[in-house]
Each structure stands twice: as structure tokens, then as C-alpha cells.
């Protein structure tokens, strides 16, 4: 159990995934590989510790993932492309200044091509739909600087149709609220500017009871709690300016207890095996909370504040003020 | 299969493409030499864009052993409708399928584009039904039932619904995801068999129902937020004052149960927000219970009971 959060460590267990031969976690399976790299990458960021992973590869693997076919990234080489992977590798291509190695026009075509008749985003060809893919279409388009190529009204009605009773939204039009899609709802209004769509009380309050006695949150009522809503609902938190409504020491005492003190990373709950996924997701909700010695976070994208900021795509989210180490 | 793919004379004809080939991988995966063979050869098959009946055998290797290969399961798809294979076949082994990963998004998916090829509702609820029993809370699986229920819209298999969310409830009055279902099916204007009488009855019915419930187990989150969220469904305007006052929401009855463990958060939560409602003459009212939430029954969210307080003060001092 430690009280601290052990930066070192976590460092340094983000640098050893790419070397452990037998490590068939889930995370790291080739079907969710481009993004595990984001999340290795953002938790290393905030924790100014970039350098960790090197650029050059990176930025080389990345490219590896293009889809020359569909005009997009898929998240392995020779892999289908797929709206998640395409904006892991936006994501990452932006937070290494080489945003200029991708395709713009093709990306956006193929982000564009995605979209539904009702305003919901498909993933892929498959034709999956969900608002996870939406929220990737418009962050996707946004740091290309190609929102206003987006049906805004389209995909505006489809979020307020997924607005439920308890002012959550879920996964489809008629879906139960779940904390991960109150999210990219959220965060897809806020790049919209169209907040107005969330019924802002009902909604800071459905996340604010989110927290448990441990201090954890959990994804909707009666579920267990899990470090990765740390960032579904605290970043959903603070794009409404709500993040004072939680209990903030509890909520930081109980994702550190979720770390891994000897092999480093962070678990889901204490006591589990960690994951990168857990890893990002645990230090990007102590950003938003202040951690001491951290970067902040922009919560709408899931990326360095400062870049979010020299990009001219900050919106009025609000953090808890920087705690002094 | 007994044999690997590289040494059985029916593959011979397919040049397997493999994963890792003049590319220099970040994080490179380490696969089973099966998992290998069978995403090797599949490449080699989508290279020459076959669509067979040995692809299917070759799909259903690498969905099996790698249930989130999209592209597996949506060349599979495709195999299906080009060589007319049996749809109900698929069906019958998708089954086994969603049993074995109910939780992967790909197999929903799958059961859907088999769905709306084959038009057939009534098992497909029945099955979904069965997935429930050992995992009532699985988010795909009630979603793939709402969109079975819009889809179709046959006033049967509406019809069906009240029960089988009443047999849920029973086992858990606390499965978010059983009543955020009985909100769909009561309020949810994709019904279009439903009259305008149904909808007001549905919002009658829907309150005594979610104060029963609260009655038998009060802390309940779930039924607090649905009877807020029957209360003020938007088919039936309901004035918020009138909800905490009228009969229409009849606060004494029914009255808590034995064995219900009092006080209850959610309660004083809503007693606060009824005298709230009233204005300047409910305002102290309300903040003795916000305080008491902030200081006793509630105190890990004692910012938002403080919050509500400020907020109701200065909005009484405003009018």
C-alpha cells in the first residue's frame, strides 16, 4: 500500500511493455495495440516523462499502422483501419509535433464517410455503431482543424437522443447511462460548444454519486468501483465545472492503493493486476485532482493541456487547483 | 483441427501473409503458433478476396481464439451473404459464441446483422433473456434488446416486457440496467404501438410502482432516480411543486417496510428538494436536511449538500 505515487516505477513499468515477450495481457493484444501506445504515452506525459518512450520509433511505428486501402490508421500493422485506432495515432502523432505525416485529407475522408443518417458514427466497414465512435470523429476532426466539415446539427441531435432520465447517456439512443459514455458525449458537446444539450445539475449529480464509500468511483449505480472511471467521471467533472462536488483526498487515497508497488503500473482496484489502460487512466484522474508534481490534463481530450492549449482547442473545463509536493 | 494449416493439402493454394514482415514492430506480439497460422493464412485469403466455405472454418478459428478480431468477424459476415450460407446455422453457433464472450462488442454486432436478415424476434429475446441469467447487469445485452425491441416494434414483443423486468427486479431491485429498461419500455417514444391513454396510464402505473419498490428497499439509488425521471417524463408535464405536495406523489404511503434500513440518504435527499420546490417558505426546511446529509448521512458528498445550500440561499435572496 503506498500513499504516494510512485512515478519511477510507473515509468519505467510503461517502458519494459514493449520488452516483455510474455506479456499476452489484454491491453497489449494486437487489436488494441496503437491505442495501449496512446495510453502508455499520455500517462507518461503527465507524469513529464515523455522523453521515456522514443520519439523517433514511435512516431515510425505509428506509421507502420496506416491503412493504405481505407485511408486511416488500424492499430497494428496490416490491420483494418478503425476509427479508435485512427485517432490513438492522431492523438500521438500530435503530442510528438508530427501531425504533418499523416494524410489530413484521407483521414477525414474516411472520419467522415463514418457517420450514419442519424448522426451516430460507425467504427469501420463493419458498421458498429456507438457514441465512443462519435466522440473519436469529432476529436479526430477537431485537432486536424477540420470541424467544420462535420453535419453539426446531425450529430448534436444524435447526442441530445441519448440523454436518459437520469441525465446521463449510454452507448446508443435508448442505452443506459454508463459513466464511460456520459464521457465522450460530454467531451464531443464540449468540442461542439453545445453544452447546452446536457442537463447540467441532474447530470454533475448522477457523477457526483458515482463515489463510493472506499472513495472509488464506479461506472453507473449498484457496480463495483474501478480506477478507470478516475477519468470517465472526473474528466466529465470537469468539463462542467463540477469537480468540487467529489471527495477529493478519498478518491486519491484510493487510487494510489491501486498501484502496483513492486512491478509498478496501476491495477483497476487494489490488489488487481495492473494494465497500461489502468496506468494512464489512474494518473489522469490524480491530475485533475491536483496531484502535486504532475502536468495538467485536458479532459475533453485526454492530452497534455499545454498542447490542447498551443492548438487553440481549449474549452472552460476546470481542474482542482495544483497541490505544492 | 488436428493437422496445422501449413501442412494440410487443402490449404496449399493460399499464400499466408505474415504479420510481421519488413516492419519493425514498437511492442511486438507474441502469438500461438495456431493464432499465427490461422491470422497468416486469413490475410493470404483477404489478399485474394475468397469467399468460401473454408473461410468460414478459418474465421471461426481465429474469432474463437481471439474474440475482438473485428475483421475476422466482419470478412466472415460478408462470406455468409456471398456464398448463401445458412443463416440459421451461424446462428445456432453465435450462440455458443456470445455464451463463451458476452462481453466482446463484435459478437453483439454479428447477432445483429443476423437479425436483420433473418427476422426472428421472439427466440432472439428468449436467448437474450438467457444471457441475463448469468450476467443481469451485461450493458450489450440489454442494449442489443432495446435495439431488437425498436427494430422490430411489434406490439407483441413490447408487450412481453413488463413481466420479464418485473422477474428481474425481483431478483435484484437494485440492477440499474433492469430499470433504466422499465423507463424504455414505459417512456420510449420508439413504441409506436402505443396510444396516448397507454402513456399517461404508463406514468400513473410507473410511480406506485418505483414507490413500492422504494418502500420494500429504500436505499436505492435506482428507484429514486426513475421516479424523478417518471415524475417528470416529458410525455406527461408534470408542475414540480404539485410532485411534492399532491396526492399524485403521495409521500406517506406506501410506507416503509420492516426491514428497510432508515434513515435513508435518498429520502431526506428528496424531502429536501420537495421544500425546496415551495420557495422562500421551504427554504429552511431543505437546508436542515442538506445539513444533515452534509454533516451525517451522506458526509463523502458533503461539497455538493453544501453547494446545494449557497445555491438555494442565493436564489431565494434573488426573488
Request: aromatic share 10%; glycine share 6%; proline share 4%.
Amino acid at each position: 500500500m503506498s500513499d504516494t505515487l510512485l512515478i519511477d516505477l510507473h515509468v519505467q513499468y510503461i517502458r519494459n511493455l514493449g520488452n516483455n515477450k510474455d506479456d499476452l495481457s489484454y491491453h497489449m493484444t494486437a487489436h488494441r495495440l496503437i491505442n495501449g501506445v496512446y495510453w502508455g504515452l499520455t500517462a507518461l506525459c503527465i507524469m513529464k516523462h515523455k522523453e521515456a518512450l522514443d520519439a523517433q520509433e514511435t512516431i515510425e511505428y505509428v506509421m507502420s499502422c496506416w491503412d493504405d486501402e481505407a485511408g486511416a490508421f488500424g492499430p497494428h500493422p496490416r490491420h483494418d483501419a478503425h476509427i479508435l485506432s485512427t485517432l490513438s495515432a492522431i492523438q500521438i502523432l500530435a503530442t510528438h509535433d508530427a501531425l504533418a505525416r499523416l494524410n489530413a485529407t484521407r483521414v477525414v475522408d474516411f472520419v467522415l464517410n463514418l457517420q450514419q443518417p442519424s448522426g451516430v458514427f460507425a467504427g469501420d466497414a463493419f458498421g458498429e455503431t456507438d457514441t465512443r465512435f462519435l466522440y473519436c470523429a469529432v476529436s479526430a476532426l477537431s485537432l486536424l482543424g477540420a470541424l467544420d466539415r462535420l453535419d453539426r446539427e446531425r450529430t448534436v441531435s444524435y447526442l441530445a437522443s441519448c440523454r436518459n432520465f437520469d441525465g446521463g447517456f449510454g452507448r446508443v439512443a435508448g442505452a443506459e447511462s454508463h459513466a464511460a459514455q456520459v464521457w465522450v458525449c460530454t467531451a464531443a458537446l464540449a468540442i461542439l460548444d453545445r453544452l447546452d444539450v446536457v442537463d447540467v445539475p441532474t447530470l454533475g449529480w448522477w457523477l457526483a454519486e458515482r463515489q463510493l464509500p472506499n472513495g472509488g468511483l464506479n461506472g453507473r449505480p449498484e457496480k463495483l468501483e474501478d480506477v478507470c472511471y478516475s477519468h470517465w467521471v472526473l474528466s466529465s467533472m470537469a468539463i462542467l465545472n463540477k469537480l468540487t462536488w467529489i471527495d477529493s483526498s478519498a478518491l486519491t487515497r484510493f487510487i494510489l492503493s491501486a498501484q502496483d508497488p513492486e512491478g509498478g503500473g496501476i491495477a483497476d482496484r487494489p490488489g488487481d493486476m495492473a494494465d497500461i489502460f489502468h496506468t494512464c487512466f489512474g494518473v489522469a484522474g490524480l491530475s485533475l485532482l491536483g496531484y502535486p508534481g504532475l502536468d495538467d490534463l485536458d479532459p475533453v481530450y485526454c492530452m497534455p493541456a499545454s498542447l490542447i492549449e498551443r492548438m487553440g482547442l481549449k474549452t472552460g473545463w476546470k481542474a482542482l487547483p495544483r497541490r505544492e509536493g | 483441427m488436428a493437422l496445422k494449416l501449413p501442412e494440410r493439402p487443402e490449404w496449399t493454394d493460399v499464400v499466408p501473409v505474415p504479420q510481421y514482415e519488413n516492419i519493425q514492430p514498437l511492442a511486438p506480439i507474441f502469438y500461438s503458433p495456431e493464432y499465427k497460422d490461422a491470422t497468416d493464412y486469413f490475410r493470404g485469403i483477404v489478399k485474394t478476396g475468397e469467399k468460401s466455405p473454408r473461410v468460414l472454418e478459418l474465421t471461426e478459428t481465429i474469432i474463437r481464439l481471439n474474440p475482438a478480431h473485428y475483421s475476422a468477424w466482419q470478412y466472415r459476415y460478408e462470406t455468409l451473404i456471398t456464398i448463401s450460407a445458412s443463416l440459421e446455422l451461424e446462428l445456432v453457433l453465435t450462440n455458443a459464441l456470445t455464451k463463451a464472450s458476452p462481453k466482446t462488442y463484435q459478437v453483439w454486432h454479428h447477432r445483429r446483422l443476423l437479425q436483420t436478415a433473418l427476422c426472428d424476434p421472439v427466440p432472439e429475446l428468449a436467448f437474450n433473456e438467457e444471457v441475463l441469467k448469468a450476467d443481469a447487469k451485461n450493458y450489450h445485452t440489454w442494449s442489443h434488446r432495446q435495439w431488437l425491441l425498436v427494430h422490430f416494434d411489434q406490439a407483441e414483443l413490447w408487450a412481453g416486457e413488463l413481466s420479464f423486468v418485473e422477474r428481474l427486479l425481483a431478483e435484484d431491485v437494485r440492477n440499474n440496467s433492469a430499470w433504466h429498461h422499465r423507463f424504455f419500455i414505459s417512456f420510449e417514444t420508439g413504441n409506436t404501438t402505443r396510444t396516448r391513454d397507454d402513456a399517461d396510464e404508463a406514468v400513473r402505473r410507473e410511480l406506485a410502482f418505483a414507490k413500492e419498490r422504494i418502500a420494500l428497499a429504500p436505499n436505492n439509488a435506482s428507484a429514486w432516480n426513475y421516479l424523478r425521471g417518471a415524475a417528470f417524463a416529458e410525455l406527461y408535464v408534470v408542475d414540480a411543486v404539485e410532485v411534492g405536495t399532491d396526492d399524485v406523489l403521495d409521500l406517506e404511503n406506501p410506507a416503509p417496510s420492516e426491514g428497510a434500513e432508515l434513515p435513508c440518504a435518498a429520502a431526506i435527499e428528496f424531502m429536501a428538494d420537495v421544500h425546496e420546490a415551495r420557495g422562500k417558505e421551504g427554504l429552511s426546511e431543505a437546508v436542515k436536511y442538506w445539513r444533515s446529509l452534509a454533516h451525517t448521512h451522506d458526509t463523502i458528498r458533503k461539497s455538493y449538500w453544501e453547494f446545494r445550500i449557497r445555491d438555494a440561499v442565493a436564489n431565494a435572496g434573488a426573488t
